[in-house]
């Protein structure tokens, strides 16, 4: 990244005057190019793609270069934008906060659903991804209270499941508001948007192995597997190395523990919604042939970091096993340890995108 950012020595002065005269913009042009397209030529099999890319970044950075501001970053990283993914974990987690308090405090927790739902929606498009696993929480809840319901109940079923009083309309409240923040997130990415640097518009990239494939998909990541191994890594290759560590990790996090017991008698439960959440990414991949950020997208998901939080500190009240030389406690320190590291290689190495 810092040869990305190598400022010009007028660089400010080229920027006031690129404010005023487009055609001043040239010499910035002629100075970043290079390294953004060399960026861009990592992550895209396509030299036309990738410089289709570059060109856009630099559209955009001219249309909005008055909302640039030199002391907040150098321009060069300007170009870049980092935070979108960061921000979808955040509002993820305060999602899953507001449907959890819709068995208290069922109107209040659903609106609030609903508005950040709207906003991860808005934030990134990987939101969508979440819309599944809060349609189970509530289509689970709804099932509970049907399931739970006593004999004498007066009430008909279509009173106990459409109640406002219900805890299941938080949840799915939250998958509303996130489908509605996209929609709305879809129909303007094509032009200006006030939000923009909330946002970073996903490329469809092409078609990176074929759909349904298992072989295919392993292919995919053989030569990475191979350059690493022979000690050869290239960034593309990296990228495809974490990508492969994304789904692993997932796959043991949905997989792992089903049912979900420890030796020597822990027993660690993942609830059903979580666990959908965890397969949706991998599914989606596995669907569309692409595996293009799934990195991104599985530490950026709510769902992934709640199953790898309980995975290492159990639930609630629970005494767990630490020492090494219990298999538990092996286990649990591999655990904390490789999510750290998936989420440092994801956000920190390969979590600067672009804005296009």
């Not at 100075?31 to 955009?60: C, G, K, S």
């Not at 079923?157 to 929609?183: H, K, T, Y």
């Not at 303007?188 to 939000?195: E, I, K, M, R």
């Not at 191979?226 to 990790?249: C, H, I, P, T």
């Amino acid at each position: 990244m810092e040869s990305m950012v190598n400022a010009l020595a007028n660089e400010p002065s080229l920027i006031a005057q690129a404010r005023i005269d487009p055609a001043a913009f040239a010499a910035l042009y002629d100075h970043y190019f290079p390294r953004i397209y060399n960026y861009m030529r990592y992550r895209v099999w396509d030299a036309q793609v990738a410089d289709d890319l570059t060109a856009r970044v630099f559209e955009r950075a001219l249309a909005d270069l008055a909302a640039y501001r030199p002391e907040r970053a150098p321009f060069g990283a300007w170009l870049y934008v980092g935070g979108a993914d960061s921000l979808l974990l955040l509002l993820g987690g305060l999602l899953a906060l507001a449907a959890r308090a819709g068995a208290t405090r069922p109107r209040a927790a659903s609106l609030a659903a609903l508005a950040l739902g709207a906003l991860a929606g808005l934030a990134e498009p990987h939101g969508l991804l979440l819309i599944p696993a809060f349609g189970a929480w509530w289509l689970g809840l709804a099932a509970s209270r049907v399931w739970m319901r006593p004999a004498d109940d007066p009430r008909s079923l279509r009173r106990v499941l459409f109640e406002d009083a219900s805890p299941a309309w938080a949840p799915l409240f939250a998958a509303l508001g996130i489908a509605l923040g996209a929609g709305a997130w879809l129909y303007q990415a094509s032009g200006h948007y006030p939000l923009w640097p909330l946002m970073i518009v996903r490329t469809r990239w092409p078609g990176e192995f074929a759909a349904w494939s298992p072989g295919a998909l392993a292919r995919t990541f053989q030569d990475a597997v191979a350059l690493a191994w022979r000690d050869q890594l290239s960034m593309q290759s990296l990228q495809r190395g974490v990508e492969l560590a994304a789904l692993v990790f997932g796959l043991a996090l949905a997989f792992g523990r089903l049912p979900p017991l420890w030796a020597q008698g822990e027993r660690i439960r993942l609830p059903l919604h979580w666990r959908v959440g965890i397969l949706t990414p991998l599914v989606i991949m596995f669907a569309i042939g692409q595996s293009h950020a799934l990195e991104r997208a599985m530490v950026s998901n709510v769902f992934v970091v709640l199953a790898w939080h309980r995975l290492v500190f159990g639930e609630p009240g629970q005494i767990v096993q630490w020492k090494l030389a219990s298999f538990p406690g092996l286990i649990r320190w591999l655990w904390l340890l490789a999510g750290p590291a998936l989420w440092l290689l994801s956000f920190l190495l390969l979590g600067w995108e672009p804005l296009v």
